[in-house]
C-alpha cells in the first residue's frame, strides 16, 4: 500500500498517531540479524567455531547473499537443546 493512500483512510489525526506508534512497536521488537563475530562474543568461542557449528552441528543461521546471519534467539535455543554439547558429528575427529 502506498503513502498517499495510507493517508487517505485515516479519518483523524488520533487513527494516524495509533497506526505510527503500533507501527514503530513492532519495528522496535524485530529481532536484529547478527554476524558470526556477534555469535562468537555472544557464546565465549573464536568466529571459526562458530562456522564449524553451523557446519556440522546444525547451528541456526541464515544465508543472505553470500553472508551468513544469526539470530541470538535461535542460538540460545539451539544451546538450550544441547546442540553445542560432546563431540563433532558425522565421524569428524579433533586434533
Known sequence: MKIAADAAIWQTDDDLKR???SSSANAMSAEPWVTAIDVARHLGVVKDTVYRWR???GLPAHKIGRLWKFQLSEIDEWVRAGGADGDM???SKQK
Open 19 to 21: 497506526f505510527e506508534t
Open 55 to 57: 557446519e556440522h552441528k
Open 89 to 91: 558429528e558425522n565421524g
